[in-house]
């Protein structure tokens, strides 16, 4: 069997690298190949998580790089197409929902190469984000839908998608998370910042909604607030760092960091007190670690994470970041079970359902 795995940014190489060792290990004269297509190129963004997962080097490297979503969709479609002509696979694997994602599911699918969609069936249920769009038509174009929570069984079925195509199979991203546990919680990243555990706030936002306009300046000015209470670390992507630089933001007393690598992140994830994101990923992970999340947006792709009780939707409303220290005191201690098969095991199951079990 050959298959061929497209990825192209940071979340996508922590959700895939569990299902590339699960399938080599399963088809070990298999053809895995895996094609980059250089959406995130940055080393903190890319290579540190190859090195850090164990995933083996990409065999093709596209180096689409940032533009438009319009350019960086078309130059992946372009650059990836001699690649499946050359490989010749009998499934592509795609991971979650950005535009690389979007780009390797339009050419194989018009190339008749079926299509295997990780992290299926998510729905924010807002096409104004871009990643609503790429999840829609990775859903109705992929052959077999591995889906991570069972809502995404009612937004495939709502949308009309055969029940033939799902296979509820678990996250896994948290697959990644249980496999590099035992190094994350030994790595002691808050302590390295000076940080005490469970007393501080981890902040990630890169969301074009929150960053690309208005809201950043005040975002940063609550920010700047809150590290009155309690210390605020603050890995900052690329796309903010252009924003904050843009808008000169003062933000005098925030931990600001270039973007960690994955054992860095998931070490001070991991000791948080609380923490404030935009991000799809770590309303997951906060929910497996059982770490309050504050969620800098309107609505979640990701209900469950609500359900768990870890992570509180505070809207797209800078100012609702004041209310985290009285909601920090009024939470109930413990933390939840996880949600139905985030076990470790989700790419197992993906590896049974493609090689036969
Ligand atoms: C992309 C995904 C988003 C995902 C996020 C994870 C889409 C539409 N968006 O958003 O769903 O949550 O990745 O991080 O696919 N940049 C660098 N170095 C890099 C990568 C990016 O400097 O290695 C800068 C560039 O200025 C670029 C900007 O960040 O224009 C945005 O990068 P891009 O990949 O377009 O979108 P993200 O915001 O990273």
Redesign the pocket.
């Known amino acids: 069997m050959r298959i061929v795995y497209v990825i192209g940014?940071?979340?996508n190489f922590v959700k895939t690298a569990p299902v590339i060792a699960a399938l080599r290990e399963r088809l070990p004269e298999g053809r895995h190949a895996i094609v980059h297509t250089g959406?995130?190129?940055?080393r903190m963004?890319?290579e540190v998580f190859f090195e850090e997962l164990g995933t083996p080097a990409p065999d093709h490297m596209l180096e689409v790089g940032?533009g438009t979503?319009a350019t960086?969709t078309a130059r992946t479609m372009e650059r990836l197409e001699p690649v499946l002509e050359a490989e010749q696979p009998d499934l592509v694997l795609v991971p979650g929902?950005?535009?690389?994602t979007l780009a390797a599911v339009l050419t194989a699918v018009k190339m008749g190469i079926p299509v295997g969609h990780i992290e299926s069936g998510l729905r924010s249920f807002d096409r104004t984000m871009?990643?609503e769009i790429?999840r829609i038509v990775a859903d109705e174009f992929s052959e077999q839908l591995f889906l991570h929570s069972e809502e995404a069984i009612e937004n495939l079925r709502a949308e009309g998608i055969a029940e033939e195509r799902m296979k509820f199979v678990g996250n896994t991203m948290i697959d990644t998370l249980v496999a590099l546990e035992g190094r994350f919680r030994e790595a002691g990243s808050a302590a390295r910042l000076g940080v005490e555990p469970g007393a501080y706030a981890l902040v990630t936002l890169?969301r074009p909604a929150l960053v690309d306009g208005e809201l950043l300046a005040e975002t940063v000015e609550r920010l700047v607030a809150l590290a009155a209470e309690m210390p605020v670390v603050f890995p900052v992507?690329?796309?903010t760092r252009?924003k904050m630089e843009a808008v000169s933001a003062d933000h005098a007393g925030l931990l600001l960091s270039e973007p960690l690598g994955y054992l860095d992140f998931l070490s001070l994830l991991a000791d948080a007190g609380a923490v404030l994101t935009d991000?799809?990923g770590i309303q997951e992970e906060t929910t497996y670690l059982g770490v309050p999340c504050f969620t800098l947006r309107d609505n979640t792709e990701r209900p469950v994470t609500i359900r768990a009780g870890t992570n509180t939707l505070l809207g797209l409303d800078p100012a609702a970041i004041a209310g985290i220290p009285a909601a920090l005191a009024e939470r109930p201690a413990g933390r939840p079970e996880p949600p139905p098969l985030w076990d470790g095991h989700a790419a197992e199951r993906i590896a049974d359902e493609i090689a036969g079990g």
């Open positions: 940014t940071r979340p959406q995130h190129y940055d963004m890319s940032s979503h960086q929902d950005v535009n690389s871009p990643e790429n890169h992507h690329p796309r252009a991000s799809g």
